[in-house]
């Protein structure tokens, strides 16, 4: 298992301004991942956050909205750019663990509203 | 493409009961298959993870089975209580493509008590 540690857990941002999100993982995991999930909704992931190189983007996310970073193997950043209220959502950190199977666990999530 | 899909969206059962929550998947070229709880505003806690080879996994009170020719899923909840009152949310890591999981819409459980 994988033990995630996500700062901060909630804020209340201002429009226009940017929000810098954490992501501390108590093991070296090879996968690390970047979900939003906005008022009422499932999951969706915004990227999949690469040791040492630039983020793979889903399809309606972009590097200039949703920075990431991944200096080692344990530890990455979301930062939200330029905020709007439909950036409102919770943000969540994921890893996978490979074992008998790949299971994959998350963070507590940061609740961000932004007005 | 594929697409997961849960039923019921929401359910409010008495305390006690037996229930069933429906998990289905479009694409049946699986690596696993994963049940989370979602407390509200909170992360995701994992509850059981199929493998694409397995049937069912379980978990105390929790069952989940796995059938990939008709891409079905349903997690079996024996003697509910009001902790389980949660989201339930499924969802699927797909062979080829992009390695990365797809999630359902999520059952609102609500057990009362």
């Known amino acids: 298992s994988a033990v995630i540690s996500q700062k901060p857990s909630r804020d209340i941002c201002q429009r226009g301004t940017s929000l810098t999100i954490q992501c501390q993982v108590d093991?070296?995991?090879?996968?690390m991942f970047w979900y939003r999930q906005q008022p009422g909704q499932s999951l969706t992931l915004i990227a999949t956050?690469?040791?040492?190189?630039?983020?793979?983007?889903e399809s309606g996310f972009v590097i200039d909205k949703f920075p990431i970073s991944r200096p080692n193997l344990t530890f990455s950043t979301l930062t939200v750019s330029n905020m709007s209220p439909e950036d409102s959502s919770i943000y969540l950190c994921?890893?996978?663990?490979?074992?008998?199977?790949?299971?994959?666990?998350f963070g507590q999530g940061t609740r961000l509203t932004v007005v | 493409k594929q697409e997961v899909t849960q039923i019921p969206a929401a359910l409010s059962v008495p305390e006690g009961e037996n229930l069933v929550l429906n998990c289905s998947f479009t694409?049946?070229?699986?690596?696993?298959l994963q049940w989370f709880r979602q407390d509200p505003g909170k992360g995701l806690t994992s509850l059981l993870l199929?493998?694409?080879?397995?049937r069912e996994q379980t978990s105390g009170r929790l069952n989940a089975s796995l059938d990939k020719s008709s891409g079905r899923s349903t997690l079996y909840i024996a003697a509910s209580q009001p902790g389980d009152s949660a989201t339930y949310l499924c969802?699927?890591?797909?062979?080829?493509?992009?390695?990365?999981?797809?999630f359902g819409t999520g059952t609102r459980l609500k057990v009362l008590a």
């Open positions: 994921s890893v996978e663990v490979a074992g008998l199977g790949t299971e994959a666990f």
């Open positions: 199929i493998q694409s080879s397995q």
């Open positions: 969802a699927v890591n797909s062979r080829g493509g992009t390695y990365k999981y797809i």
């Open positions: 093991s070296q995991v090879t996968m």
């Open positions: 694409d049946s070229a699986i690596y696993n």
């Open positions: 956050a690469n040791q040492g190189s630039e983020a793979t983007y």
